[in-house]
T-cell receptor, first 113, second 108 residues
Framework: NAGVTQTPKFRVLKTGQSMTLLCAQDMNHEYMYWYRQDPGMGLRLIHYSVGEGTTAKGEVPDGYNVSRLKKQNFLLGLESAAPSQTSVYFC????????????FGPGTRLTVT | DAKTTQPNSMESNEEEPVHLPCNHSTISGTDYIHWYRQLPSQGPEYVIHGLTSNVNNRMASLAIAEDRKSSTLILHRATLRDAAVYYCILDSNYQLIWGAGTKLIIKP
């Protein structure tokens, strides 16, 4: 039982490049989330999904897109990376709505130069 | 959005209890209070959550004020492995609103 896994662990992009972060969970959770964490700050919600085929915007969605084609996977895309998107990205999942325990992945450290 | 206020850092001695305070004066009646912690270079980890009554689990206890405008996370016997950033969080409309948290330093 791997829990929540994230791919890749590290990535360096040049401004304007695109990439996709993959999150996978093997707990059959309905809810999945993408967060970003900047140095010395708490997490901020980018997008979330309440089930397969659904997505919704969080607190800071601009510049990101997401897809949830399979229940176990939640993809985060950056179409044209900017230096302001340099951050650590965390994926999480939960059984039900936000009032339930969220399980987090190990994070992806992204640097945009 | 409802927000929380926590001290930037706290120190405690190993094997002593730790009380981590959190103020949330703008909390609404349906907002749950969540606590997560984040060890260095790791993803956050759930600690405990509650709505009105005090809560206990194997990791900690959560004491919620009667007016719900503040709460306290209690670690009954801190160890070096409890050194982390502790976040007090409210949920609002499917979102957890995170603050900067309290960095807990454990002295051996």
């Amino acid at each position: 039982n791997a829990g929540v896994t994230q791919t890749p662990k590290f990535r360096v992009l040049k401004t304007g490049q695109s990439m996709t972060l993959l999150c996978a969970q093997d707990m059959n959770h309905e809810y999945m989330y993408w967060y970003r964490q900047d140095p010395g700050m708490g997490l901020r919600l980018i997008h979330y999904s309440v089930g397969e085929g659904t997505t919704a915007k969080g607190e800071v969605p601009d510049g990101y897109n997401v897809s949830r084609l399979k229940k176990q996977n939640f993809l985060l895309g950056l179409e044209s990376a900017a230096p302001s998107q340099t951050s650590v990205y965390f994926c999480a999942s939960s059984w039900d709505k936000v009032s339930y325990e969220q399980y987090f992945g190990p994070g992806t450290r992204l640097t945009v130069t | 959005d409802a927000k929380t206020t926590q001290p930037n850092s706290m120190e405690s001695n190993e094997e002593e209890p730790v009380h981590l305070p959190c103020n949330h004066s703008t909390i609404s009646g349906t907002d749950y209070i969540h606590w997560y912690r984040q060890l260095p270079s790791q993803g956050p980890e759930y600690v405990i959550h509650g709505l009105t009554s005090n809560v206990n689990n194997r990791m900690a206890s959560l004491a919620i004020a009667e007016d719900r405008k503040s709460s306290t996370l209690i670690l009954h016997r801190a160890t070096l492995r409890d050194a982390a950033v502790y976040y007090c969080i409210l949920d609002s409309n499917y979102q957890l609103i995170w603050g900067a948290g309290t960095k807990l330093i454990i002295k051996p």
